[in-house]
């Protein structure tokens, strides 16, 4: 079974949202770099949070057949990085998004508009 990325895409921010993560943006990276065609971005209130966040995003992706090509930072849960290769999710904490600011790091990529 396969995936697209855009329904791997879907599937993330949906995930993401079922554990009541805050501000979530996607940005379409196709025809900027070639890391990846979406990352999506959202910060967890508390390490619990955006441990439970990026748990959410991997369990789904491998349930509809996505394959995870890395996951880092769930001990320190300050930024979670979730690779599936096509769509990277970026999970923060909430005062390390700030910080890190990736979304203008990526500025010249378009913003997903959700549905």
């Not at 993330?12 to 501000?23: G, Q």
């Not at 300050?78 to 600011?101: C, I, Q, T």
Request: proline share 1%.
């Amino acid at each position: 079974m396969s995936i697209t990325p855009e329904q791997l895409m879907a599937l993330v921010v949906e995930a993401a949202d079922d554990k009541k993560a805050m501000n979530v943006v996607t940005l379409n990276l196709q025809g900027i770099s070639l890391i990846a065609d979406y990352f999506v971005i959202c910060h967890g209130n508390s390490e619990t949070q955006v441990q439970a966040i990026a748990t959410e995003i991997r369990k789904k992706a491998e349930e509809q057949g996505a394959r995870l090509r890395g996951m880092e930072g769930m001990d320190t849960a300050r930024w979670v990085l979730v690779d599936m290769g096509d769509v990277v999710a970026h999970v923060f904490h909430r005062d390390d998004r700030e910080y890190y600011n990736i979304e203008r790091l990526w500025s010249d990529a378009k913003v997903v508009e959700q549905v």
